[in-house]
């Protein structure tokens, strides 16, 4: 009895120990164009220099402060895309926005960042009342207003939230997609979850975790 139960005890530490060099091991790979075919790259250092990032915005968040890339160097963040009055996914994306902003809110490594589009309507004082009403801790969770064929352009050529993948669009095509796009310290893509569904939105966090060990 007494050797059964030591063999058991070691099992039991031989696979705990196995399940944590194992999620040591686990990485994310890195994602360059509207496809999202997956790359492996054991350090972002052995990336490719023309490998996406993405590039430098200007836009307005909800306090009517500048925002840039520069606020998030260093930092991991989820980016959306919406807008205020809209009656269908949104309200739904934004909940589970919180929920991330929840699991986050005292980690200074983690911002989040949602892109109005329709800017002209979404003013400074409107997303300001909205981010009032929902509870959106300024600090960890910018909501953006500004040109909007720079946002625009932000979620088509940098985030690729769009599923209608080989389709162009126009310029005066709306954008409207429920897709959450993860990006790492450096600015790299590194990985793309329907902000509707929950198992996705509880894979984005296990995701987030991942990166925080390993970037």
């Given at each position: ?14 696979a705990c120990h196995t399940s944590e060099n194992a999620d040591k091991d686990i990485s994310l790979p890195y994602y360059s164009d509207a496809t999202f075919t997956p790359h492996w790259h054991k350090r ?93 801790a300024s600090h960890r969770w910018h909501l953006v207003t500004g040109s909007r064929d720079e946002i625009y352009r932000m979620g088509r050529d940098e985030y690729f939230v769009e599923e209608d993948l ?50």
């Open positions: 009895m007494r050797i059964k139960l030591w063999l058991i005890i070691g099992l039991a530490c031989f972002n250092s052995n990336l490719p220099d023309d490998f996406h990032r993405i590039s430098d915005f200007n836009l307005i968040n909800q306090n009517g402060e500048s925002v840039s890339q520069s606020n998030f160097q260093g930092k991991i963040y989820v980016a959306d895309f919406f807008f205020t009055a809209c009656p269908g996914i949104c309200p739904k994306m934004t909940d589970n926005m919180l929920e991330l902003q929840s699991h986050f809110i005292d980690d200074e490594e983690v911002l989040l960042i949602s892109h109005s589009v329709t800017p002209g309507r979404d003013s400074v004082p409107v997303l300001k009342a909205y981010a009032a009403r929902k509870g959106i080989g389709l162009t669009k126009e310029a005066d095509e709306f954008l409207h997609t429920e897709n959450f796009v993860l990006v790492d310290h450096h600015g790299y893509l590194r990985g793309i979850y329907n902000g509707l569904n929950r198992t996705s939105i509880a894979k984005l966090i296990k995701d987030i975790k991942v990166l925080k060990r390993t970037s």
